[in-house]
């Protein structure tokens, strides 16, 4: 698992509001959000579905602010209308962290495998550049997603795989 | 009282500190032509204006936001309400234009006539909330307490269907953003 405490702070020093729909491959990184939630530069809130956390994200983003968004790659079925309506149309730049269910360690949760078969074709057909949020050099992942979010004005989305940010 | 006349009606209340969001259809395009540019024009994704105001709010407490909804858009994000209410922004300000209908695609019923207004708005501990019949002297006696009380603020206007022939309009998605973000520079 990423360090906690130099992700967290890397994504404070980075980013003004944090929302989403939890999945437990964040467990360890939102406990350490609400953890923080007093001292936090960085408001967090907590979205009913995955495309009023993209909501949310694009009111912060069309003021200057800079947002990120979670979710487990089953929202990326809600989000459809919210990317290609809203964030892509507007040219918004949104960092979305989104978990990779649907691999070989998922096997025992059906509900996952379809969507994990498709999962970058379905990001490929909605034109988003991805890639993983690596455990080992995370920072450069994160730095490199930041940047092109912020050349193309769009949103960017880095695939979290388990234990990444939980344990 | 259309829902146009309503929107027309905010043009005394609203300055420089305000922004405001307007949902898709009929309703960003009355905002656009009757009220002060540039704001926030929803154009599609539909069920997202209210988390878009939330947003907003959050990350501006000094200005003032104002979502204009219609029913079919609340309806398709309903959690929004719920999410809204739960972090009480002290600067968002909700207004629910309801013409029980799907105007904007050809006055196709909605099913917002289901909801008690009054109870549900009631139910969320709300700082102002008002669920009327739209017309000339509601507004008078209601619109400046909405957008001035202090806190989350819900006022729901059951409004007639019916609009203004107004054109489209014109600025791209990517100029709606552009514009609306220099007012933060
Ligand atoms: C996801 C999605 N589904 C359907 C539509 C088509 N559509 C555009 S406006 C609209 C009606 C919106 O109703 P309401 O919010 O009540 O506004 P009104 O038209 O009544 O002013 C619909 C269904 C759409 N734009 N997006
Ligand atoms: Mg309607």
Redesign the interface.
Known sequence: MINLDEFVSFIEDNF??V?GVPCSYFKEFLSYIASQEDKSTI?H?????E???????????????Q?LVYMQNSGLGNIG??L???VQ????PILILMSYRGLKEDNDFPEHSIMGKINNSFLGSLNLVYWDLNEKDWEVSIQKAITVMDEQSSPVVLMVKKGVLSQ | MKGYEVISSLQDHIGENDLIVSSNGNISREVYHYLAKPQVYLRGSMGLPIGVGLGLAVMNPEKRVTVITGDGNLLMGFGSVITAAYYKPHNLKILILDNSQYFTTGGQQTVSSVINFSKFLESLNIDYFQSLKASQSILNDNLENFLTTKGLNILHLIIEEGKKELANIPWHPIRIAENFLQRFD
């Open positions: 003004d509001l929302s408001k809130l907590s979205a009913t579905r495309d009023e956390a993209i909501a949310i994200a694009t009111g912060a983003a069309l003021s200057k602010k947002p209308d919210a290609t309506s809203l149309l507007y040219k918004l």
